[in-house]
């Protein structure tokens, strides 16, 4: 049950991170130019991806730190199926583009996400576990 909840709350992070790539698009890049604004987007997304994880431990109920980092590696390998199987197989971009977001040396820092993804879960329950 508890991935049941896990994925369907990473569902609901997908959607998230649709609506913050259009907001990327629509608003950060014609104001910040390409570069600033992925580093914004980025940073946004991961902000968004703790507080949905914050909002929703409670409902997923690890009952364990390990079983919040069983769900964090969970939204991890999630993410990272969707990013190349759908952007290769269903938008159709090549894998050098998919490949690009890693590259750190050009302020690509999309790997900040995948960290956001698998932290989150464990940083929610520790902080949520402080505030009872």
């Known amino acids: 049950m508890m991935l049941a909840r896990a994925i369907a709350v990473w569902l609901a992070l997908m959607l998230v991170a649709i609506l913050n790539g259009f907001l ?3 608003l950060l890049i014609p104001w910040l130019g390409e ?3 992925h580093v914004a987007s ?3 997304l991961c902000s968004l991806i703790l507080f949905v994880a914050w ?3 409670r409902w997923i109920r690890p009952r364990s730190h390990g079983e919040a980092w069983t769900v964090g590696l969970t939204w991890l390998l999630l993410t990272l199926a969707f990013e ?6 269903v938008f159709g971009y090549p894998w050098q583009r998919l490949l690009a977001d890693y590259d750190l040396s050009r302020g690509r820092i999309w790997p900040l996400v995948l960290v956001a ?3 989150a879960p ?5 902080i949520r576990g402080r505030s009872e």
């Open 55 to 57: 909002l929703s431990i």
């Open 117 to 119: 993804s698998f932290a």
């Open 24 to 26: 990327r698009e629509a």
């Open 35 to 37: 570069r600033a604004a």
């Open 42 to 44: 980025t940073l946004i």
């Open 84 to 89: 190349f199987l759908a952007g290769h197989y």
């Open 122 to 126: 464990a940083l929610a329950v520790r």
